[in-house]
């Protein structure tokens, strides 16, 4: 069965600083999508980051990067210049071909002022 | 603008009823899903479609069922709402591109209390 592990239910971070939100995954297909999704106190779910597996270079969006570790099946979200608005549950998600989405259990990030 | 709605957005019911919560898209999207969110478990799939007459189960799909007669809808039915069916609920849809993959549009969530 295709899993998702993020270890840390919380954290929590300083106003611009920078932050790292890990991931683990676990599956014995080769080619996949990898996503952090972020849903903040409206509930509304919005992908901030996405990686193809097959795609060595680690993917950017402004002030979030991915370290995507293929071989140690691991992909981390690091968020840069951390703003009040980055407060919200994130999300790692992995999705193989067409079938839905695996989410981990989530990382709760509150930044701080 | 194309977009995923759901209805009602709370809803309180009694053990033993049946509820329906709707979701429709207009995004066109053959791919649609329903997750239910708790405290403590993610997101995990209860029911998906991929395409009209075309439904699966999914992780948590005891006590709900699924029908699709149109691309646009994908009504979730709670038979026979029980207590641990207090949850919240989201819709979303997809399509597959040439790539093999489209993003997931997600819905804004329906708040279901069964007492």
């Known amino acids: 069965a295709q899993t998702v592990t993020q270890s840390q239910p919380e954290m929590s971070v300083q106003e611009a600083e920078t932050v790292t939100l890990s991931c683990t995954y676990d599956?014995?297909?080769?080619?996949?999508?990898l996503f952090w999704y972020k849903q903040p106190p409206s509930r509304q779910m919005i992908l901030v980051i996405r990686?193809?597996?097959?795609?060595?270079q680690n993917a950017t969006e402004n002030r979030f990067s991915v370290n995507f570790q293929k071989a140690a099946k691991s992909f981390s979200l690091k968020i840069s210049d951390s703003q009040l608005g980055d407060t919200a549950m994130y999300f790692c998600?992995?999705?193989?071909?067409?079938?839905?989405?695996?989410f981990g259990k989530g990382t709760r990030l509150s930044v701080i002022a | 603008d194309a977009e995923i709605t759901q209805s009602p957005r709370h809803k309180i019911t009694e053990t033993g009823r049946q509820v329906t919560l709707a979701c429709h898209q207009t995004?066109?999207?053959?791919?649609m899903f329903w997750y239910r969110q708790d405290l403590g478990h993610g997101l995990r799939l209860i029911h998906y479609?991929?395409?009209?007459?075309?439904?699966n189960k999914g992780e948590v799909s005891d006590g709900y069922s699924v029908s699709r007669s149109n691309t646009e809808d994908l009504p979730l039915t709670l038979e026979s709402a029980a207590s641990s069916q207090t949850s919240v609920y989201f819709c979303?849809?997809?399509?597959?591109?040439?790539?093999?993959?489209?993003?997931?549009?997600f819905g804004p969530g329906t708040r279901l209390t069964v007492l």
């Open positions: 979303a849809s997809s399509e597959i591109t040439g790539t093999g993959f489209d993003e997931q549009f």
């Open positions: 599956t014995s297909e080769s080619n996949y999508y």
């Open positions: 990686q193809e597996a097959y795609k060595q």
């Open positions: 998600a992995f999705i193989i071909g067409n079938t839905p989405l695996v």
């Open positions: 995004w066109n999207h053959n791919n």
């Open positions: 479609s991929y395409g009209v007459q075309d439904t």
